[in-house]
């Protein structure tokens, strides 16, 4: 399924690193990785060894980018893949979200 570790870079930094397959089975799973109460200066979101595969994917992302975003952190989300990139561009409601959220990518 899908796993989310967590782990402090620096003490205003987090890194979340997420592992597995991302679809509407997995998003509890995915959503219980995050600690959405607490919100340090700077979120890492680390998708390298995750693919996103379906609308619930990407709306749990969203949700996960929303929610620190609105906590007064400051979001980025690295090493997406093509194919998860492609879908959440074409389905998340706000995908300039991600662009502020300065999604960096392998291409």
Request: charged share 20%; aromatic share 8%.
């Amino acid at each position: 399924m899908i796993t989310v570790h967590s782990s402090w870079l620096e003490p205003e930094h987090r890194l979340y690193s997420v592992r597995g397959q991302l679809f509407f089975v997995s998003t509890v799973y995915f959503l219980e990785g995050f600690d959405l109460r607490s919100h340090p200066q700077r979120i890492t979101i680390d998708m390298g060894n995750a693919h996103i595969w379906d609308q619930t994917g990407v709306r749990a992302l969203d949700q996960v980018i929303r929610k620190l975003r609105q906590g007064g952190s400051q979001v980025e989300v690295l090493h997406l893949n093509a194919e998860s990139l492609d879908l959440f561009g074409r389905i998340s409601d706000a995908p300039n979200l991600v662009e502020g959220a300065r999604c960096e990518l392998a291409r």
